[in-house]
């Protein structure tokens, strides 16, 4: 877990610097759109934190459906032993 936090140090560390040097402003478009004076650097991090929210959006859907999955199958495995009680109690020992 160590090594995640260093490498999560030198990462933050290699953004910061990259944007302290990329400060020029530049000119964006998409479609049709067109934004003038943004610096390079907070062009970069924006769609660095786009992305981010994105695939966690994603991920927070994914959690979700996989915790309903787990207790649909914890109800269903709830009804396994009383469905075998009522099959033992229906039958006479021999």
């Known amino acids: 877990m160590v090594i995640v936090y260093v ?17 020029e402003p530049v000119v964006i478009r998409f479609l049709g759109w067109r934004i003038e004076g943004a610096p390079l650097a907070m062009v970069i991090m924006m769609s660095i934190m786009i992305g981010v929210v994105f695939a966690s959006l994603v991920g927070i ?16 495995l709830a009804k396994v032993p009383a469905a075998a009680e009522r099959e033992g109690a229906g039958q006479s020992p021999q």
């Open 61 to 76: 859907v994914q959690q979700l459906r996989l915790k309903s999955r787990i207790r649909h199958l914890e109800h269903q």
């Open 7 to 23: 490498l999560m140090v030198v990462i933050g560390a290699a953004g910061a610097i990259f944007a302290l040097q990329n400060i």
